[in-house]
């Protein structure tokens, strides 16, 4: 099923689709520092529904207008609450599915801020699911390393001091610390592996 989704995903938006593959490499990297340092984990953080979420996580996107999603110019008050809608309409059209049940939160939440100023649900820190939390700053640190239509891609460097900047605002402290704890060539390398 999660199979299905990507091809159809890769198809009509590749961008979206490579993101979610490069965001699950992030976030389990995040996810092995984690699992060494917080002994018991506060829930259980299991790998392959890590993977499946953050593949996913903007799954949602092929229900939003493309025109919309590739707008070069800033986007109208109204684009942005339309692309805004893309975790709820993720979470409506999986939800169904029993083998997708794992990574409906990642889907729905990663969008939330630690400081509640997020969204679907305005979730505020220990509240939003972890696994989510991680897909936060996995999404984050490969938005910045990107290219965008209105600016060029940061270095893997730059990101990650911009990512350390959000700790307790956007993003979980905790996950940054793991996240800062991979050496800088080790999140450049990772960027640079043949997608898949
Ligand atoms: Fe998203
Ligand atoms: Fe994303």
């Given amino acids: 099923m999660a199979r299905l989704l990507l091809a159809a995903l890769m198809l009509r938006d590749p961008e979206t689709a490579l993101h979610g593959r490069r965001v699950a490499r992030v976030a389990l990297r995040i996810e092995l520092v984690l699992s060494e340092r917080m002994r018991p984990l506060p829930f259980p953080l299991d790998r392959v529904s890590l993977r499946t979420g953050a593949v996913l996580?903007?799954?949602?996107?092929?229900?939003?207008?493309?025109?919309?999603?590739?707008?070069?110019?800033?986007?109208?008050?109204?684009?942005?609450?339309?692309?805004?809608?893309?975790?709820?309409?993720?979470?409506?059209?999986?939800?169904?599915?029993?083998?997708?049940?794992?990574?409906?939160?990642?889907?729905r939440h990663h969008h939330e801020r630690w400081d509640g100023a997020g969204y679907?649900?305005?979730?505020?820190?220990?509240?939003?699911?972890?696994?989510?939390?991680?897909?936060?700053?996995?999404?984050?640190?490969?938005?910045?390393?990107?290219e965008r239509p209105y600016r060029a891609a940061q270095s893997a460097a730059r990101a990650r001091r911009i990512v350390e900047g959000e700790a307790g605002a956007q993003l979980d402290p905790d996950v940054i610390e793991a996240f800062l704890a991979v050496p800088v060539l080790e999140w450049e390398a990772l960027r640079c592996l043949p997608d898949g």
């Fill in 120 to 146: 679907p649900d305005r979730l505020t820190g220990h509240a939003i699911p972890l696994p989510a939390r991680v897909v936060s700053v996995a999404d984050a640190f490969d938005a910045l390393t990107s």
């Fill in 57 to 107: 996580h903007d799954i949602g996107k092929v229900g939003i207008d493309l025109e919309i999603l590739q707008k070069p110019d800033t986007l109208t008050e109204a684009e942005r609450a339309a692309i805004r809608r893309h975790p709820r309409l993720g979470y409506e059209m999986c939800a169904p599915y029993e083998e997708l049940r794992a990574v409906l939160e990642i889907i």
